[in-house]
C-alpha cells in the first residue's frame, strides 16, 4: 500500500476512536420530555388501584383523571453529548444544565432522598386538601418531622409522632410546642402526649440546652404542621415517580372517590400542579412537556396551574387548558364542564 492509503486508514481509525470517545463521553446537561401519564382512577402498578381510600364510604368514579409526568435523566446517571444534542433538536424535548436540576452541592443520596420527600409530602397534603374540601373532619396537629440522635427524646419519640398535648396544654402548631418547651428551664422534665399508630402515649423528657442558646430549653426534635383524620390513603404508583406536582390530581382523585356523583362525567382530563393543605395549586417543571404527554393519552382537557400559563403562552394544543388557582377552582371547573359539557365559560391558559 502507499504512503497515502497508509495515511487515510490511520485517519479513517483515529475518526472512528473520537467519534467512539465522543459518544462516551458524558456532558453536564440533563433532557428533559414527555413522560407517561397514568389514570388515578383506574389500575395502577404492581396490580394495585392507582389511589385507594380506605375507612370511608366511596363512591362510583367515570372517565380518567390522568396524572402527568416529565421523562429526565436520572440524578445517578449521565447524558452522553448524542444524546444532548438528540434531545436538544427533537420537538417537544429540551436539555437544561445538569447543574439546574441537580446542584453540585448535594450528593446523589440527598438528591434522591428530598424527591422522595417531596413526594411523601405532596401525598399527605393531598389527603388533607381532599377530605376538607369533601366535609371531612381533619385536625391540625404538630407532627414530630426528625429526633437527633444526640437529644432526650432519641428512642422516645418518633417521626411521624403527632403531638397532641405539652404539660397537658393541647397545642396546634409547632410553634406552641416550641413556645411550652421554652418556657421550662434546662433540666426540667417536659410531659408530652403524642398520638403513635392511632394511640395515646404519653412521654416523659428531660430538656437540654439549645446549641444556638445555652440557656434556651430544647428536648432535641424539629416539629412540622401534621393532621388527623380517620380515613386512610393507599396508592398504587411506581416509587420511581417522584417530585411534588402530583398533589392536585392526588386530591382530585381522592375527593371523586369519596363524595356522591363522577366529577368527570366519562371524560379524559390531565392534571398537574402542586397543593397545599388549604387547597392552594402551586405551579410546577416541566409544563410543556406534561401537554404533550397528556395530548399523546388523549386528554380532552388540562387543568394547569394558574402560576405556569405564561410557561405555556402561545402554545398550540389540542386540548382545552383550563388554568386553575386552588383545589376549588378545579372541583369547580370540573362540575361545569360535566353539567354543559364545554370549557368555553372556563379561565384558559
Same mark, same amino acid.
Given at each position: 500500500?502507499?504512503?497515502?492509503?497508509?495515511?487515510?486508514?490511520?485517519?479513517?481509525?483515529?475518526?472512528?476512536?473520537?467519534?467512539?470517545?465522543?459518544?462516551?463521553?458524558?456532558?453536564?446537561?440533563?433532557?428533559? $420530555?414527555?413522560?407517561?401519564?397514568?389514570?388515578?382512577?383506574? +389500575?395502577?402498578?404492581?396490580?394495585? +388501584?392507582?389511589?385507594?381510600?380506605?375507612?370511608?364510604?366511596?363512591? !362510583?368514579?367515570?372517565?380518567?383523571?390522568?396524572?402527568?409526568?416529565?421523562?429526565?435523566?436520572?440524578?445517578?446517571?449521565?447524558?452522553?453529548? +448524542?444524546?444532548?444534542?438528540?434531545?436538544?433538536?427533537?420537538?417537544?424535548?429540551?436539555?437544561?444544565?445538569?447543574?439546574?436540576?441537580?446542584?453540585?452541592?448535594?450528593?446523589?443520596?440527598?438528591?434522591?432522598?428530598?424527591?422522595?420527600?417531596?413526594?411523601?409530602?405532596?401525598?399527605?397534603?393531598?389527603?388533607?386538601?381532599?377530605?376538607?374540601?369533601?366535609?371531612?373532619?381533619? %385536625?391540625?396537629?404538630?407532627?414530630?418531622?426528625? @429526633?437527633?440522635?444526640?437529644?432526650?427524646?432519641?428512642?422516645?419519640? %418518633?417521626?411521624?409522632?403527632?403531638?397532641?398535648? =405539652?404539660?397537658?396544654?393541647? @397545642?396546634?402548631?409547632?410553634?406552641?410546642?416550641?413556645?411550652?418547651?421554652?418556657?421550662?428551664? =434546662?433540666?426540667?422534665?417536659?410531659?408530652?402526649?403524642?398520638?403513635?399508630?392511632?394511640?395515646?402515649? &404519653?412521654?416523659?423528657?428531660?430538656?437540654?440546652?439549645?446549641?444556638?442558646?445555652?440557656?434556651?430549653?430544647?428536648?432535641?426534635?424539629?416539629?412540622?404542621?401534621?393532621?388527623?383524620?380517620?380515613?386512610?390513603?393507599?396508592?398504587?404508583?411506581?416509587?420511581?415517580? =417522584?417530585?411534588?406536582?402530583?398533589?392536585?390530581?392526588?386530591?382530585?382523585?381522592?375527593?371523586?372517590?369519596?363524595?356522591? $356523583? &363522577?366529577?368527570?362525567?366519562?371524560?379524559?382530563?390531565?392534571?398537574? $400542579?402542586?397543593?397545599?393543605?388549604?387547597?392552594? @395549586?402551586?405551579?410546577?417543571?416541566?409544563?410543556?412537556?406534561?401537554?404533550?404527554?397528556?395530548?399523546?393519552?388523549?386528554?380532552?382537557?388540562?387543568?394547569? !396551574?394558574?402560576?405556569?400559563?405564561?410557561?405555556?403562552?402561545?402554545?398550540?394544543?389540542?386540548?382545552?387548558?383550563?388554568?386553575?388557582?386552588?383545589?376549588?377552582?378545579? =372541583?369547580?371547573?370540573?362540575?361545569?364542564?360535566?353539567?354543559?359539557?364545554?370549557?368555553?365559560?372556563?379561565?384558559?391558559?
Amino acid at each position: 500500500m502507499t504512503r497515502q492509503t497508509w495515511t487515510a486508514i490511520a485517519s479513517a481509525i483515529c475518526f472512528v476512536v473520537l467519534a467512539l470517545l465522543l459518544s462516551l463521553l458524558p456532558v453536564p446537561f440533563v433532557a428533559w $420530555g414527555p413522560g407517561r401519564t397514568l389514570n388515578l382512577l383506574g +389500575p395502577g402498578d404492581a396490580d394495585r +388501584p392507582a389511589i385507594k381510600v380506605n375507612g370511608l364510604k366511596t363512591y !362510583p368514579t367515570t372517565g380518567e383523571l390522568r396524572m402527568t409526568t416529565v421523562s429526565v435523566t436520572r440524578v445517578d446517571s449521565r447524558l452522553s453529548l +448524542p444524546e444532548a444534542v438528540y434531545a436538544h433538536w427533537m420537538p417537544k424535548r429540551d436539555v437544561l444544565a445538569r447543574e439546574v436540576v441537580y446542584p453540585h452541592s448535594k450528593s446523589v443520596e440527598e438528591v434522591k432522598n428530598e424527591e422522595v420527600a417531596m413526594m411523601d409530602d405532596s401525598k399527605s397534603e393531598a389527603v388533607v386538601a381532599a377530605l376538607r374540601a369533601a366535609g371531612q373532619p381533619v %385536625q391540625a396537629m404538630p407532627q414530630v418531622q426528625s @429526633v437527633g440522635m444526640a437529644g432526650p427524646s432519641y428512642n422516645k419519640l %418518633q417521626p411521624g409522632d403527632l403531638i397532641e398535648r =405539652v404539660d397537658q396544654t393541647a @397545642v396546634k402548631t409547632p410553634s406552641e410546642v416550641s413556645r411550652l418547651i421554652s418556657r421550662h428551664a =434546662v433540666g426540667d422534665p417536659v410531659l408530652v402526649s403524642v398520638v403513635r399508630d392511632g394511640k395515646k402515649e &404519653d412521654i416523659t423528657i428531660t430538656t437540654v440546652s439549645s446549641n444556638e442558646d445555652k440557656k434556651l430549653a430544647v428536648i432535641g426534635i424539629v416539629t412540622a404542621q401534621g393532621y388527623r383524620y380517620t380515613p386512610s390513603v393507599s396508592y398504587g404508583i411506581d416509587p420511581q415517580v =417522584v417530585g411534588p406536582s402530583a398533589g392536585l390530581v392526588f386530591s382530585l382523585a381522592i375527593y371523586d372517590q369519596v363524595t356522591p $356523583g &363522577d366529577l368527570l362525567g366519562g371524560r379524559n382530563v390531565a392534571v398537574t $400542579g402542586q397543593i397545599s393543605a388549604d387547597g392552594r @395549586v402551586g405551579s410546577i417543571g416541566g409544563i410543556q412537556e406534561k401537554v404533550a404527554g397528556a395530548e399523546k393519552a388523549g386528554a380532552e382537557v388540562f387543568l394547569v !396551574p394558574s402560576g405556569n400559563c405564561a410557561d405555556i403562552s402561545g402554545l398550540d394544543s389540542s386540548m382545552s387548558l383550563v388554568k386553575v388557582g386552588t383545589l376549588a377552582d378545579a =372541583v369547580e371547573a370540573l362540575t361545569t364542564l360535566r353539567r354543559t359539557g364545554s370549557t368555553k365559560d372556563l379561565p384558559h391558559c
